[in-house]
């Protein structure tokens, strides 16, 4: 009698577990179509200068335990860019810098060759 009772059990569980699989299947296809939109739309969800800054931090320590370089992170004011540095820790020499200075001078030229222009026509 076991045994026909446990057939009666399996096949009842057999029939309840494609709805319940569906419905799981639904549910994460529709978070995963969430996440996916959330992690293409970057003004969904903006970091708060707080979360920038602690990553910022987290980044520069391990950075400098890992190759003895120091990271200097800091924003540009006319285009409120984040500038990084990354210098030698003993003797200061600035090694990389991101962007380059000569970048960021070109790109101000051609901010205020591009101003003139409006201004003109304006």
């Not at 979360?51 to 980044?59: G, I, M, N, P």
Request: without cysteine.
């Amino acid at each position: 009698m076991t045994r026909i009772d446990a057939n009666l059990a399996t096949q009842v569980a057999d029939t309840a577990r494609p709805a319940q699989t569906t419905r799981d299947s639904e549910a994460q296809a529709g978070e995963a179509r969430r996440l996916v939109a959330a992690s293409q739309d970057p003004t969904a969800n903006p970091a708060t200068p707080e979360q920038v800054k602690a990553a910022a931090e987290r980044l520069q320590t391990v950075i400098e335990s890992a190759t003895g370089r120091q990271l200097d992170f800091s924003l540009n004011d006319r285009f409120k860019e984040l500038i990084v540095k990354i210098s030698d820790r003993k003797t200061g020499e600035v090694i990389r810098e991101f962007p380059s200075k000569e970048f960021m001078k070109l790109r101000e030229r051609l901010d205020d060759l591009i101003g003139m222009f409006i201004d003109e026509k304006a």
